[in-house]
């Protein structure tokens, strides 16, 4: 059955949270186990299974696709155009179908199950909306567990960490305004591409000077300036990110660039507009949780290292104790490409993952 739900899933991908082909989907499903079935927010499916216990675990699982032409010729291939689930969020549901299946056929557990069907991760992030809701204070929800997909660790094998494991994100962007005038007579111009150079190299210069035992990232991708090759350059453009873990370091970098700046402008007689984009948090894994669980599932694997992108199952973890897991595809294939594709093999893997947190826990 998980590789029919997968399968199935894979070829009606939605965007963000506009999600009503999958939502019924899910819901189809569901209204033939012993669970009450909510809509939270507008696409979402919460499923509750009582077993009259004092509190409930919840399990949550990602429903969107993204805007990504597939390119696999593969029978199960997306069927809407400009858009596929090129990031596992098909396996993530077809895991928790296949849980479900299992908790209806338990006669107790320890817990009460709190699944949660969720639009909207990839953009704006539905986490939040979801918590918004009140739904976890309602069911007592004292621990929340997610998982994805991931390409670089062996193919089956479940990993996590304690505390940092996913980055807190935020976009740069940032416009120089300087003088066009021709190169020919240059000091009649105020050169903005100079300016652009002289901000990029300052912040990596300070970047640097970060303790690089800190887990963070400062990088600029973007960067467009002048018109044609014998004119100063009146504009430029820069587009970045940043990632970090700390959110007094991450504060602390957004004003440090708001500082530099000031500098250039001072310096180069520019004028620069400084815009922050800021994502989703940090994903803090609880560390009790997970030594825990460490303890009491053994075939769960030690991340050494954090990655260093972002995941709004944070929203989550920032309301109750939660632990985010990888579930290694090992394919090597890259999140967001238009040939992610995986074994379904795998998936029986979360399932498991998720019956032993809920008896082992």
Same mark, same amino acid.
């Given at each position: 059955?998980?590789?029919?739900?997968?399968?199935?899933l894979h070829q009606i991908p939605e965007l963000e949270l506009e999600l009503p082909e999958t939502q019924?989907?899910?819901?189809?499903?569901? /209204?033939?186990? /012993?669970?009450?079935?909510?809509? &939270?927010? &507008?696409?979402?499916?919460?499923?509750?299974?009582?077993?009259?216990?004092?509190?409930?675990?919840?399990?949550?699982?990602?429903?969107?696709?993204?805007?990504?032409?597939e390119q696999n010729d593969v029978p199960y291939k997306s069927k809407h155009p400009g858009c596929m689930?090129?990031?596992?969020?098909?396996?993530?549901?077809?895991?928790?179908?296949?849980?479900?299946?299992?908790?209806?056929?338990?006669?107790?557990?320890?817990?009460? %199950?709190?699944?949660?069907?969720?639009?909207?991760?990839?953009?704006?992030?539905?986490?939040?909306?979801?918590?918004?809701?009140?739904?976890?204070?309602?069911?007592?929800?004292?621990?929340?567990?997610?998982?994805?997909?991931?390409?670089?660790?062996?193919?089956?094998?479940?990993?996590?960490?304690?505390?940092?494991?996913?980055?807190?994100?935020?976009?740069?962007?940032?416009?120089?305004?300087?003088?066009?005038?021709?190169?020919?007579?240059?000091?009649?111009?105020?050169?903005?591409?100079?300016?652009?150079?002289?901000?990029?190299?300052?912040? =990596?210069?300070?970047?640097?000077?970060?303790?690089?035992?800190?887990?963070?990232?400062?990088?600029?991708?973007?960067? /467009?300036?002048?018109?044609?090759?014998?004119?100063?350059?009146?504009?430029?453009?820069?587009?970045?990110?940043?990632?970090?873990?700390?959110?007094?370091?991450?504060?602390?970098?957004?004003?440090?660039? /708001?500082?530099?700046?000031?500098?250039?402008?001072?310096?180069?007689?520019?004028?620069?507009?400084?815009?922050?984009?800021?994502? =989703?948090?940090?994903?803090?894994?609880?560390?009790?949780? %997970?030594?825990?669980?460490?303890?009491?599932?053994?075939?769960?694997?030690?991340?050494?290292?954090?990655?260093?992108?972002?995941?709004?199952?944070?929203?989550?973890?920032?309301?109750? &104790?939660?632990?985010?897991?990888?579930?290694?595809?090992?394919?090597?294939? &890259?999140l967001h490409s238009d040939h992610w594709d995986f074994d379904e093999d795998i998936l029986i893997h979360?399932?498991?993952? =998720?019956?032993?947190?809920?008896?082992?826990?």
């Open positions: 059955m998980l590789k029919e739900y997968r399968q199935e019924s989907y899910i819901q189809q499903h569901l /209204r033939a186990y /012993r669970c009450e079935l909510f809509e &939270p927010i &507008p696409s979402s499916v919460v499923a509750y299974f009582d077993f009259g216990k004092k509190d409930t675990f919840a399990f949550r699982s990602d429903m969107d696709a993204l805007p990504v032409q689930h090129a990031c596992g969020h098909d396996g993530h549901m077809a895991i928790l179908l296949g849980f479900a299946q299992w908790v209806n056929a338990q006669a107790d557990l320890a817990h009460n %199950v709190l699944l949660v069907f969720q639009p909207g991760e990839e953009s704006p992030g539905g986490a939040q909306l979801i918590v918004d809701t009140g739904i976890f204070k309602k069911f007592h929800v004292t621990s929340i567990f997610g998982l994805h997909l991931w390409p670089s660790i062996d193919k089956g094998q479940v990993a996590t960490r304690p505390k940092g494991q996913l980055a807190q994100s935020s976009e740069i962007h940032v416009d120089i305004e300087g003088k066009t005038s021709h190169v020919a007579k240059a000091e009649e111009g105020i050169d903005a591409m100079v300016a652009g150079a002289h901000f990029l190299l300052r912040c =990596y210069e300070y970047e640097k000077s970060i303790d690089p035992q800190i887990h963070r990232l400062l990088k600029f991708g973007l960067m /467009r300036s002048g018109v044609v090759c014998n004119s100063i350059s009146g504009h430029t453009h820069m587009e970045g990110t940043m990632r970090v873990f700390d959110p007094i370091l991450f504060k602390e970098i957004q004003t440090k660039i /708001r500082r530099i700046a000031h500098e250039i402008e001072q310096e180069e007689k520019v004028k620069i507009q400084v815009q922050f984009k800021n994502g =989703y948090p940090a994903v803090i894994n609880d560390e009790a949780l %997970v030594n825990q669980i460490y303890h009491q599932i053994p075939s769960v694997h030690r991340l050494e290292h954090p990655e260093m992108i972002a995941e709004d199952f944070a929203y989550y973890q920032q309301a109750i &104790p939660g632990v985010f897991f990888f579930l290694g595809t090992g394919t090597g294939i &890259p979360g399932v498991q993952l =998720y019956q032993d947190l809920i008896q082992c826990l």
